[in-house]
């Protein structure tokens, strides 16, 4: 290979190299000629052009490298100033570096610490890899050492851990009540459940089997038999595909708000809540104020003063022909009576609709494709006598309706 410092050093010689590869004088020291001897390693000349060029590319590299080291080494000084007063105690005197005399570690903020990273005056890469290094290294010591000497309440990580057990603990106590509560809860709801459900059924079997006098007695002297009951009654319509009494409020919605109402057994007055026009509810017992004590067998409605009567799964009891009579008392002429009851009560349809004709209601439409419940409308064609003989009408004597144990 070619070597530039045999090169003949006669003004033709040196204004060549000069002109070829610069001032090599410059930028590689003098030798000792006799004995071969460099201050420096020896290289090639192709090893010293590429040592050139590489130092013109890496001169921006290292100078963005500086910065970020700096950046960290601040960033390491304020974390460590912050997590403990000992660690403030023990960094005021500055730690020199066995392993590089000219570097300080970084735990303050002086001008030695922002000396770090910079590159040696040599300009060789390899000495600034192993200040990266060394950087690398002090900051995992300072961590090491920071962790041993904060205490367990100071660490976030312990108090996460603290935090977790804690909840952890909880959760199981917790849980432990739960297990301990559940079996006892349930067993309690499923006596009170069954017993409800008991008293419902034989509640519905008296309302049946008696008189709308006999049940009022009843609900009177037993507040929360009516609750019981009305609670049952509600739990097993909600269990039927169809509720009648959606049927019935779609059906007053298509006609006129100015139609007057009566919904006799109303419950709690769902009709009057959900409809436009005027109603008036009456039950035996009042749920709330739009509800009207009454028996349904004599209401407090002038003659021929309704548009329309409802009876929605209210014709029980021994005397649900005086509560038909009272419904033709009050409607006008031509005015109309809707029926929804229960399709087991029913032995044959045709007695049924006969013996309402003889009250003076005939049949206007009729819907028995439900399985739960059959709907009808009658109209009034003609005014009765209130001593209608009950027994002749043996078509209107419905079954009672039971529910089954479950």
Same mark, same amino acid.
């Not at 002090?138 to 935090?163: C, G, H, Y």
């Not at 499923?190 to 006098?213: A, D, G, H, M, P």
């Not at 004599?298 to 038909?324: E, K």
């Given at each position: 290979?070619?070597?530039?410092?045999?090169?003949?050093?006669?003004?033709?010689?040196?204004?060549?190299?000069?002109?070829?590869?610069?001032?090599?004088?410059?930028?590689?020291? +003098?030798?000792?000629?006799?004995? *071969?001897?460099?201050?420096?390693?020896?290289?090639?000349?192709?090893?010293?052009? /590429?040592?050139?060029? =590489?130092?013109?590319?890496?001169?921006?590299?290292?100078?963005?490298?500086?910065?970020?080291?700096?950046?960290?080494?601040?960033?390491?000084?304020?974390?460590?100033?912050?997590?403990?007063?000992?660690?403030?105690?023990? !960094?005021?005197?500055?730690?020199?570096?066995?392993?590089?005399?000219?570097?300080?570690?970084?735990?303050?903020?002086?001008?030695?610490?922002?000396?770090?990273?910079?590159?040696?005056?040599?300009?060789?890469?390899?000495?600034?890899?192993?200040?990266?290094?060394?950087?690398?290294?002090?900051?995992?010591?300072?961590?090491?050492?920071?962790?041993?000497?904060?205490?367990?309440?100071? =660490?976030?990580? =312990?108090?996460?851990?603290?935090?977790?057990?804690?909840?952890?603990?909880?959760?199981? &106590? %917790?849980?432990? !009540? $739960?297990?301990?509560?559940?079996?006892?809860?349930?067993?309690?709801?499923?006596?009170?459940?069954?017993?409800?459900?008991?008293?419902?059924?034989?509640?519905?079997?008296?309302?049946?089997?008696?008189?709308?006098?006999?049940?009022?007695?009843?609900?009177?002297?037993?507040?929360?038999?009516?609750?019981?009951? *009305?609670?049952?009654?509600?739990?097993?319509? +909600?269990?039927?595909?169809?509720?009648?009494?959606? $049927?019935?409020?779609?059906?007053?919605?298509?006609?006129?708000?100015? $139609?007057?109402?009566?919904?006799?057994?109303?419950?709690? @007055?769902?009709?009057?809540?959900?409809?436009?026009?005027?109603? *008036?509810?009456?039950? #035996?017992?009042?749920?709330?104020?739009?509800?009207?004590?009454?028996?349904?067998?004599?209401?407090?409605?002038?003659?021929?003063?309704?548009?329309?009567?409802?009876?929605? #799964?209210? /014709?029980?009891?021994?005397?649900?022909?005086?509560?038909?009579?009272?419904?033709?008392?009050?409607?006008? !002429? %031509?005015?109309?009576?809707?029926? @929804?009851?229960? +399709?087991?009560?029913?032995?044959?349809?045709?007695?049924?609709?006969?013996?309402?004709?003889? #009250?003076?209601?005939? #049949? *206007?439409?009729?819907?028995?494709?439900?399985?739960?419940?059959?709907?009808?409308?009658?109209?009034?064609?003609? !005014?009765?006598?209130?001593?209608?003989? @009950?027994? &002749? $009408?043996?078509?209107?004597?419905?079954?009672?309706?039971?529910?089954?144990?479950?």
């Amino acid at each position: 290979m070619f070597d530039c410092s045999e090169w003949d050093e006669t003004d033709q010689g040196s204004e060549l190299c000069d002109e070829l590869f610069g001032d090599v004088s410059k930028s590689i020291p +003098a030798r000792e000629i006799s004995g *071969h001897t460099t201050k420096t390693d020896q290289i090639t000349r192709k090893q010293w052009k /590429l040592k050139q060029k =590489n130092k013109r590319k890496c001169k921006n590299k290292f100078r963005t490298i500086e910065k970020k080291q700096e950046m960290e080494v601040e960033k390491t000084c304020s974390e460590t100033n912050k997590q403990s007063k000992s660690m403030k105690e023990s !960094t005021k005197e500055k730690i020199p570096n066995p392993a590089c005399p000219d570097v300080v570690q970084p735990n303050r903020k002086t001008k030695a610490s922002k000396r770090i990273g910079k590159p040696l005056n040599d300009g060789n890469p390899q000495s600034k890899k192993k200040v990266k290094s060394l950087t690398t290294q002090e900051k995992d010591s300072e961590n090491k050492i920071s962790l041993k000497e904060k205490p367990n309440d100071v =660490n976030p990580q =312990n108090k996460k851990k603290v935090q977790n057990k804690t909840m952890q603990e909880k959760d199981n &106590e %917790s849980k432990t !009540t $739960l297990k301990e509560t559940k079996p006892t809860q349930n067993l309690k709801d499923r006596l009170v459940k069954k017993l409800e459900s008991s008293r419902f059924r034989f509640i519905n079997e008296q309302i049946y089997s008696q008189s709308s006098e006999a049940t009022i007695k009843t609900f009177s002297s037993d507040q929360s038999a009516f609750e019981i009951y *009305h609670r049952g009654f509600t739990a097993q319509v +909600a269990t039927w595909p169809v509720n009648p009494l959606d $049927l019935i409020i779609k059906w007053i919605k298509e006609r006129s708000p100015k $139609l007057v109402i009566a919904d006799f057994g109303c419950g709690e @007055a769902e009709l009057a809540k959900r409809v436009k026009n005027k109603v *008036h509810s009456f039950d #035996l017992v009042a749920v709330n104020d739009q509800v009207t004590v009454a028996d349904i067998s004599n209401v407090p409605l002038t003659d021929a003063s309704m548009d329309v009567v409802v009876f929605s #799964l209210s /014709l029980m009891g021994t005397n649900l022909v005086q509560f038909l009579i009272e419904a033709n008392r009050v409607l006008k !002429t %031509s005015g109309v009576m809707k029926i @929804a009851e229960v +399709a087991s009560r029913f032995t044959g349809l045709k007695p049924f609709i006969g013996d309402l004709k003889k #009250l003076g209601f005939d #049949l *206007h439409k009729k819907n028995t494709s439900n399985t739960h419940f059959y709907m009808f409308d009658f109209i009034k064609t003609k !005014t009765t006598s209130p001593n209608v003989a @009950a027994d &002749e $009408l043996r078509g209107l004597k419905l079954k009672p309706c039971s529910y089954k144990k479950r």
